[in-house]
């Protein structure tokens, strides 16, 4: 189940812009989900959605914000981004208990 | 709450030798695992999943184990080729349907497998 998609995909902005991440799933599933991956660690989850009406935060919310404009659509922002949220992201949507990612973003913030 | 950890970073082998991945977790509650398998440039894939229930589970080449004793799974790969060269995540969750935590994962750090012509 591979229908995640993320635009874009790479992405250079500059310390302070306001950006943000797309993420879009065809299937209507309710459950969707925001991470960062770093270089040599593991993906940290920044906020989650189990239906348009819920948005939860998760380890790292902090600089980041989201919105769920439809079921098929979980948007991630950086209001006023910085160096130190330079990294890969990666949207995941889960069908029962397995999520299945989009393909990335890679975000670098100068 | 929940932690996922990986006992070694990286693991190099030999194209057609057996690979073994492991991955301890601490949460007692967890009883859903996945491995996923992520490529340079990609999002993480799933391989296989296990449930508390199940100390084995096969699937094509691959094998997850479950020890709920010792908080241990590993996957295993038969007759690793250099396509499965990538960086393999245990991820653990639990829950029940409808849950607060279903569908929510804890992932481990990864593990980096080479595997070498």
């Known amino acids: 189940d591979a229908d995640v998609t993320q635009t874009p995909r790479n992405r250079i902005t500059k310390t302070g812009k306001r950006i943000m991440l797309e993420c879009s799933q065809t299937?209507?599933?309710?459950?969707m989900y925001w991470y960062r991956q770093d270089p040599g660690l593991g993906l940290r989850l920044i906020y989650y959605?189990?239906?348009?009406?819920?948005?939860n935060k998760g380890e790292i919310s902090d600089g980041y914000s989201v919105s769920r404009q439809a079921q098929a659509k979980f948007s991630l922002s950086l209001e006023s981004a910085i160096p130190n949220q330079t990294a890969l992201y990666f949207c995941?949507?889960?069908?029962?208990?397995?999520?299945?990612f989009g393909p990335g973003t890679r975000l670098l913030v100068l | 709450g929940e932690s996922v950890g990986l006992h070694l970073p990286t693991l190099s082998v030999q194209e057609g030798d057996n690979s073994i991945i492991n991955c301890a977790y601490s949460?007692?509650?967890?009883?859903?695992f996945i491995w996923y398998k992520q490529e340079s440039g990609k999002g993480p894939q799933f391989i296989i999943d296990?449930?508390?229930?199940?100390d084995k589970r096969q699937g094509q080449r691959v094998t997850v184990l479950l020890n709920k004793t010792v908080k241990h799974l590993s996957l295993q790969i038969a007759a690793t080729q250099p396509g499965d060269s990538a960086v393999y995540f245990c991820?653990?969750?639990?829950?029940?349907?409808?849950?607060?935590?279903?569908?929510?994962?804890?992932f481990g750090q990864g593990t980096i497998l080479t595997v070498h012509p």
């Open positions: 995941a949507k889960s069908v029962q208990e397995t999520q299945y």
């Open positions: 959605s189990f239906d348009v009406k819920d948005i």
């Open positions: 296990i449930r508390s229930n199940m």
């Open positions: 949460n007692s509650a967890s009883d859903y």
């Open positions: 991820a653990g969750g639990g829950g029940n349907a409808g849950g607060t935590s279903y569908g929510k994962l804890t």
């Open positions: 299937k209507g599933h309710d459950r």
